[in-house]
C-alpha cells in the first residue's frame, strides 16, 4: 500500500509515494489458485515477501475482498497455503494482497521468498 504526500517544497508541484510494507518483495514468476467464497480462479504471483505478494490473475477481486491463496514452487515442491489475505488494491488484471493467516514460522513461505 503506498500513501502519497505532497512535497514541501511551495515552488514545487511533486508528490513523494512512502511505501508502507513491512518486507521487501521479492521478484517471481510462480503460478497460484485463488479461492473465495464464489469459487477458484487461476494466476500468477508476481513478487512475494513474508508479508504479502502481488498476483496477475484471470478473474478480479475486490479491495478488501478475503481470499485463500495456493502458491505452486518452480521446484515441483509441495504448495504453499496461505489460509487468509486480503486484497489491498486492485488495478486491472492486478492486485496486491496481505498475509493474515500465516504462522511466522512458515519454512515454506520464507524459502519462497528467499529468505
Known sequence: MQVTLPARSEQECQFHAIDLRRDARKVVGLRATIADKLGLASGDVTNISPGGCGLRLTK???CGQY???LVYPNDRTAAVR????????VK?????VE????????QELHRLCGN
Open 67 to 69: 481470499i485463500t491463496l
Open 60 to 62: 478480479r477481486l475486490r
Open 82 to 89: 496461505i489460509d487468509l489475505a486480503r486484497v489491498n488494491w
Open 92 to 96: 486491472a488484471e492486478w492486485a496486491g
Open 99 to 106: 498475509f493474515l493467516g500465516v504462522i511466522p514460522q512458515n
